[in-house]
């Protein structure tokens, strides 16, 4: 049975994006979604003094981050862990090619 995306949802879901299957993920590229990495500091349950880390990775869309969104939504009405902080990278994983004009040329023997 081939998964198909509901057509409602911008997002097709994978389980993470390094199992997304590569025409998903090069379809969420081309729709300008990027490569985004949280890393996530919360208070332990059952021991409140102490942070612990958790990482999220997805594809998600700058500057608002709509995916990362959601997903903290359901942390903060579904988890016990109270969040403490959330550190946010993205990176334009297909971007023009760049071109740069060497100021020296090094010759090795």
Known sequence: MTHRPDPRFPHPRAASPASAPA???LALQLRQYRLTTAEILYHMPDHPGLLQ???WQDYDL???FPVLRKFLDFWAHSLDGKLHSIAV???ELLRAPQWRQASDFLTLH
């Open 23 to 25: 025409h998903e993920a």
């Open 53 to 55: 880390t958790y990482v």
């Open 62 to 64: 700058a500057p608002h």
């Open 89 to 91: 990278s993205s990176n």
